[in-house]
């Protein structure tokens, strides 16, 4: 299984709401990231865990909180959000974080209204 | 911090060869990987050069000078699947190693 699966493809949410998004890997990969992707710009870095714990956290707004239940689930928890939130969401994983090569989920497309 | 700079679009023919150039200013310096991700879709791993030369992955090579910081993609016998967003990245290590993304070219290919 050589595949980042992220849930939901889409999601549409109020200013108000709280929602989540899920990613998960079985490649028995230590590390998992976060990237958020505006159209037509390069996916930026947001968090970074390695063997579970956070290790790079990008100045990102306290509305986005990740969580890292076990060494295959990335969670991205969203509160509060702000309409130019609205992006694609990448999930990605790599054996260790000392490597060029990540793979990446298909993303989360997020539309906050 | 670091920037990576790339010709935001090239336009080539079917059969043809076309060089993504990219150019970096980074500390901390690894290596440099490309990515291909065509439109509504995942970013794919190309290839990653760690050393300074050329890397040979089927129809796509990839170029480093690591004294010149800078880097290439070539794309041999272009088909038309190949219309993309091709995205460098470099490995850097500001504390912490993480991999940051070029400003993406967009490669149109055509009959």
């Known amino acids: 299984d050589t595949e980042v699966t992220q849930t939901p493809k889409h999601l549409v949410m109020g200013m108000t709401n709280k929602k989540s998004l899920k990613c998960e890997q079985h490649m028995g990969h230590r590390a998992m990231y976060w990237y958020k992707q505006k159209a037509k710009k390069p996916p930026e870095l947001m968090f970074v865990?390695?063997?579970?714990?956070?290790?790079i956290n990008e100045s990102v707004p306290s509305r986005f909180s990740p969580e890292c239940p076990n060494s295959s689930l990335l969670n991205l928890h969203l509160h509060a959000l702000q309409p130019e939130d609205s992006a694609l969401y990448l999930c990605?994983?790599?054996?260790?974080?000392?490597?060029?090569?990540?793979?990446f989920g298909e993303g989360s497309r997020l539309t906050v209204l | 911090g670091q920037s990576l700079e790339q010709p935001s679009e090239v336009t080539a023919v079917e059969g043809a060869i076309v060089q993504i150039n990219c150019t970096y200013q980074?500390?901390?310096?690894?290596?440099l990987s490309w990515y291909q991700q065509h439109d509504g879709g995942a970013p794919t791993f190309l290839s990653y050069?760690?050393?300074?030369g050329l890397e040979e992955t089927g129809r796509f090579s990839s170029f480093l000078s690591r004294s010149d910081s800078y880097g290439y993609l070539l794309l041999q016998e272009l088909q038309m699947k190949d219309s993309a967003s091709y995205f460098c990245?470099?490995?850097?290590?500001?504390?912490?190693?993480?991999?940051?993304f070029g400003t993406g070219t967009r490669l149109l290919v055509s009959p």
């Open positions: 990605a994983s790599s054996q260790e974080v000392y490597t060029g090569e990540l793979f």
């Open positions: 050069n760690g050393l300074d």
């Open positions: 990245a470099v490995r850097a290590n500001t504390g912490f190693q993480k991999l940051v």
């Open positions: 980074t500390s901390g310096f690894y290596g």
């Open positions: 865990y390695s063997y579970e714990k956070l290790s």
